[in-house]
């Protein structure tokens, strides 16, 4: 299949992190097989979604160093959006092709899949290796099961592309994403007994309005790289839940946090200083009002940050084939850094923009995949 049949097929199975992606994993896995391949599907935990990892070998028959491709296949939901067309069947309209995960990132995966009889065909001395995961947008879920297989079986790459939309230019470092739950639990009581209770959400609230005081200190102290648009460490409370009635003092109240560091910025530091406001001052604070208070904090999904380094032969590789010599960073994760912690020097290019994911309409502009399968195509000549 071509690229657009391979996206079509792809964006028609409804792969939200909240459902199985197994339809999509094993019709992949049998489409490579019947070229020969074979592909290696690393379950979830749970059994019900699975990575997908396959090596193209080089001409001699090595498996050994090459580059990754790597994307993810799952998408974000599209409740309560409004699209004009079936987000989950292709749809074209004047040179764009709409779909859920059209441009984030089943566009990269499909103009991949579709180049894989050419990858065959090219004497290439070094092999190349398809890497999909399941559960990015959930916080990196699956890459980390993959790659500890692989590094269990002794698979290692010179490189890693990661095909996240970033309008086919050369992106060098991320930010870290970092996810917790905090639980607060004090004292049930009438409102009218209020002294006798022990208002969860009130002491919630404090908290999180130390957690907006730390992130307050680093949009204003920094530290600051001025290559982000948003160029310093970020901490936001972005769900809560708490109470069960108006005269109720509540004694439950739980919210979700995160922050996004800068390269370089210990995820333990930033950490530390909300686990020590909870030591030290709230739950002191609590307890005078309910010796059985409690705070927990449990930390959540994590993708490291990623800084590529110049001189890697990745880094030079790719800005030779795009010609893009500009240093750009984002706020947003991927699962470069992964790549990169476990050995494998990775940096972000791919079809599509950032702008389109997660919306209504999503779409990938038709240039955009002719621009990767260009890219993709010299890629793979590089490897002779």
Known sequence: MNTRAWLERLVSFDTTSRNSNLALIETVRDALAAQGLAPQLVHAPSGDKANLF?????????????????G????????????TSDPFALAERDG???????????????????????????????PLHLALSYDE???????????AELQRRGIRADGCVVGEPTGMQVVVAHKGVNLFRCR?????????????????????????CRIRDIADHYQSQGPFDTFYDVPYTTLTTNQIHGGIAVN???????????????????????????EQYVKDELLPRMRREHADASIEIQRGARAPALEASEQEAITRLVRAL???????????????????????????????????????????????????????????????
């Open 72 to 83: 993810h296949t799952d998408v974000v939901p599209v409740d309560g959006q409004a699209w």
């Open 54 to 70: 396959v090596t193209l070998p080089a001409q001699d028959g090595a498996t050994q160093g090459g580059i990754v491709l790597s």
């Open 96 to 126: 764009r092709l709409y779909g859920r995960g059209a441009a984030d990132m089943k566009g990269f995966i499909a103009t991949a899949l579709a180049l894989v009889p050419e990858f065959l065909a090219m004497p290439r001395s070094k």
């Open 184 to 208: 607060v639990h004090g004292k049930a009581a009438h409102s009218s007994l209020t002294p006798r209770g022990c208002n969860a959400i009130e002491h919630a609230a404090r908290l999180i």
């Open 322 to 384: 795009t010609r893009d010599e500009q240093t750009r960073k984002v706020a947003y994760g991927t699962e470069a850094g992964l790549f990169q912690n476990a050995g494998v020097p990775a940096l972000v290019c791919g079809p599509g923009h950032i702008e389109q994911a997660h919306k209504p309409d999503e779409f990938v502009e038709i240039a955009q995949l002719e621009a990767c399968e260009n890219f993709l195509r010299q890629l793979g000549r590089s490897l002779a």
């Open 137 to 147: 947008e959930i916080g990196c879920v699956g890459a980390p099961v993959m790659l």
């Open 248 to 274: 109720t003092i509540p004694d439950l109240c739980e919210f979700g946090y995160e922050f996004r560091n800068l390269p370089g910025m210990p995820v333990d530091t930033i950490q530390q200083q909300i």
